[in-house]
Nanobody
Framework: VQLQAFGGGLVQPGGSLRLSCVAS????????MAWYRQAPGKPRELVAT???????NYPDSMKGRFTIARDSGKDTVYLQMNSLKPEDTATYYC?????????WGKGTQFTVSS
């Protein structure tokens, strides 16, 4: 499984951004896709999870400004981010889990700055 993330760049504080992640290759049903982020000097943290059922899950710290969505029928997930803050600056990674194996994309980086 290969993952490619799109949508990074420079955003002003208070702005919005949508990231996309496309999974290709030997994908299977019953997968779970998720977004993580890693800021410089900090550990990688979970942002949002999308289950194949359509259910979603967010850590408490990510609730409210981040929304994960899935393109039905395609192995594509999106992360809509609103009211962005400088502390949201990070590299955002897409993860695809299926049949006990995690697959990671290379990540897409964006900076929140005026």
């Amino acid at each position: 499984v290969q993952l490619q993330a799109f949508g990074g760049g420079l955003v002003q504080p208070g702005g919005s951004l949508r990231l996309s992640c496309v999974a290709s290759g030997r994908t299977f049903s019953g997968n779970v896709m998720a977004w993580y982020r890693q800021a410089p000097g900090k550990p990688r943290e979970l942002v949002a999870t999308m289950f194949s059922s359509g259910a979603t899950n967010y850590p408490d710290s990510m609730k409210g400004r981040f929304t994960i969505a899935r393109d039905s029928g395609k192995d594509t997930v999106y992360l809509q981010m609103n009211s962005l803050k400088p502390e949201d600056t990070a590299t955002y990674y897409c993860k695809y889990w299926v049949r006990g194996t995690n697959y990671w994309g290379k990540g897409t980086q964006f900076t929140v700055s005026s």
